[in-house]
C-alpha cells in the first residue's frame, strides 16, 4: 500500500516538528514548506515557501500534491501584530486562502487542516469557551485568526472541501521560544536554581490561560482528518491556570523552595485584566475524535524545567 503523503507549513516550528514525528511514526511520507528547506526535520521532504509569496505556496502544493495539508505557519507571537496589522493579515488569512483554493483544485479530496486560535474568541463573555461561543477578537491577531476561521467554513461550505478549523488554546513544550512567557517562565526557574540568576521580573500572577503540551494538540490535528467528516473542534485542557500556577510549578520542578520569592512583579508587564478567561471546553473534540490531552500540566512545565536546566549547562564556560 502507498504510504499516505502529507504536507506541513510552519514544519520548523514546535508544533510542525512535533506533527512531522507523528506523522512519520504513522508511515506517512512528509513534506514541510520552509523558506529554508534545509532546516527541516530529519525525514521530512523540505519544499520552499513563504506565507507572503502566494505562488510559492500554490507550487507546493501542486509538486507534492498531498492526501492531507496541515496549515500550521504564521506569525504566532500576539503582541508584535500590533506593530504590522497589514503583514498579520496578509500572512494569516490571506496565505489560508490561497491553500485552500489550491488544495480544491489540485485535490478535492484533500483534507485540510487549519490551525486558528483561541484569540478568535477574545472577550466572549463566556468561560470555558466552545466551537459555539461569541467570536470577539481584541487582537489584530485574534481578528486574523477568526477571519481564517470564517474562511475555512465559508470554503467547506461552497466548495465541499474537508477543512477543518482546529482551534488552539496555549500549548508549549521545550521547543518553545524564549519570548514565550511559559520558556521565560522555565527558563528562569532553572537559572535560579543554577544560582545564574536572582529572580524573575513578571507581569500579572493571577492572568489566566489554558496550557496543554503541543504534542498532545498536534495528535488533535492528525485525529480531526481522521474523522468521517470536517467540523471545527476546540483543543485544550479545560483547565484554566494563573501565571502564579505556572510559576509554583516551574520553581519546583527546579527544586527551588519559596520560589514566589523570587519573583518581581514589574507593573510595565502587567495588562488590563481580561473580562473573559481564556479557557477552552474540548467536549465536542473529545465526544466527536475520542482527543483529551494525555500529557499533565505539571509533567509539561517539568518537561521544559529539564530541558533549560541542560541547556544552561551546556552554556557554560
Given at each position: 500500500?502507498?504510504?499516505?503523503?502529507?504536507?506541513i507549513?510552519?514544519?520548523?516550528?514546535?508544533d510542525?516538528?512535533y506533527?512531522a514525528?507523528?506523522?512519520?511514526?504513522q508511515?506517512y511520507?512528509v513534506?514541510g514548506?520552509?523558506?529554508?528547506p534545509?532546516?527541516v526535520p530529519?525525514?521530512v521532504r523540505?519544499v520552499p515557501?513563504?506565507?507572503?509569496e502566494?505562488?510559492?505556496l500554490v507550487?507546493?502544493v501542486e509538486?507534492?500534491?498531498?492526501?492531507?495539508?496541515?496549515h500550521?505557519?504564521a506569525?504566532?507571537?500576539?503582541?508584535a501584530s500590533?506593530?504590522?496589522?497589514?503583514g498579520?493579515?496578509?500572512a494569516i488569512p490571506?496565505?489560508?486562502?490561497t491553500?485552500l483554493?489550491?488544495a480544491?483544485?489540485?485535490?478535492?479530496a484533500m483534507?485540510?487542516?487549519?490551525?486558528?486560535s483561541?484569540?478568535i474568541?477574545?472577550d466572549?463573555?463566556?468561560?470555558?469557551?466552545?466551537?459555539?461561543?461569541p467570536?470577539?477578537?481584541?487582537?489584530?491577531?485574534?481578528?486574523?485568526?477568526?477571519a481564517?476561521?470564517?474562511l475555512?467554513?465559508v470554503?467547506?461550505e461552497?466548495?465541499?472541501l474537508?477543512?477543518?478549523?482546529?482551534i488552539?488554546?496555549?500549548?508549549?513544550?521545550?521547543r518553545?521560544p524564549?519570548r514565550?512567557?511559559?520558556r521565560?517562565v522555565?527558563?528562569?526557574a532553572?537559572?535560579i536554581?543554577?544560582?545564574?540568576?536572582?529572580?524573575?521580573?513578571?507581569g500579572?500572577l493571577?492572568?489566566?490561560r489554558?496550557w496543554s503540551h503541543?504534542a498532545?494538540?498536534?495528535r488533535?490535528a492528525w485525529?480531526?482528518?481522521r474523522?468521517d467528516?470536517?467540523?471545527?473542534y476546540?483543543f485544550?485542557s479545560g483547565?484554566?491556570?494563573?501565571?502564579?500556577?505556572l510559576v509554583e510549578?516551574?520553581?519546583?520542578?527546579?527544586?527551588?523552595?519559596?520560589?514566589?520569592d523570587r519573583?518581581?512583579?514589574d507593573?510595565?508587564?502587567?495588562?488590563?485584566?481580561?473580562?473573559?478567561?481564556?479557557?477552552g471546553?474540548p467536549?465536542?473534540?473529545r465526544?466527536?475524535?475520542g482527543?483529551e490531552p494525555e500529557?499533565?500540566?505539571?509533567?509539561?512545565?517539568?518537561?521544559?524545567v529539564?530541558?533549560?536546566?541542560a541547556l544552561l549547562?551546556a552554556?557554560r564556560?
Open positions: 500500500m502507498t504510504a499516505r503523503r502529507a504536507l507549513t510552519g514544519v520548523t516550528g514546535q510542525g516538528s506533527l514525528e507523528l506523522l512519520l511514526a508511515g511520507e513534506a514548506v520552509a523558506r529554508d534545509g532546516r530529519a525525514g523540505g515557501g513563504d506565507l507572503l502566494p505562488s510559492t507550487r507546493a509538486e507534492v500534491a498531498p492526501q492531507e495539508l496541515y500550521l505557519a506569525p504566532t507571537f500576539v503582541p500590533w506593530e504590522d496589522p497589514a498579520v493579515m496578509a490571506g496565505a489560508t486562502g491553500l483554493a489550491q480544491a483544485r489540485v485535490d478535492p483534507r485540510v487542516f487549519v490551525a486558528t483561541s484569540e474568541f477574545g466572549a463573555g463566556e468561560s470555558p469557551q466552545r466551537e459555539t461561543s467570536m470577539r477578537p481584541r487582537s489584530p491577531y485574534g481578528i486574523a485568526k477568526l481564517t476561521h470564517q475555512v467554513g470554503l467547506r461552497r466548495l465541499g474537508f477543512a477543518v478549523s482546529g488552539t488554546y496555549n500549548h508549549e513544550s521545550p518553545r524564549e514565550f512567557l511559559p521565560k522555565t527558563r528562569g532553572a537559572a536554581a543554577l544560582g545564574l540568576e536572582d529572580e524573575l521580573t513578571l500579572d493571577g492572568a489566566v489554558d503541543a498532545d494538540i498536534m488533535g485525529l480531526s482528518l474523522a467528516r470536517p467540523d471545527d476546540v485544550a483547565v484554566g491556570r494563573t501565571v502564579g500556577d510549578a516551574a520553581f519546583a520542578a527546579a527544586g527551588v523552595e519559596g520560589g514566589r519573583v518581581r512583579v507593573p510595565a508587564f502587567v495588562r488590563p485584566p481580561e473580562a473573559t478567561p481564556s479557557i471546553d467536549s465536542h473534540a465526544t466527536a475524535l482527543w500529557i499533565p500540566f505539571e509533567d509539561l512545565i517539568a518537561e521544559m529539564s530541558a533549560d536546566l549547562r552554556r564556560p
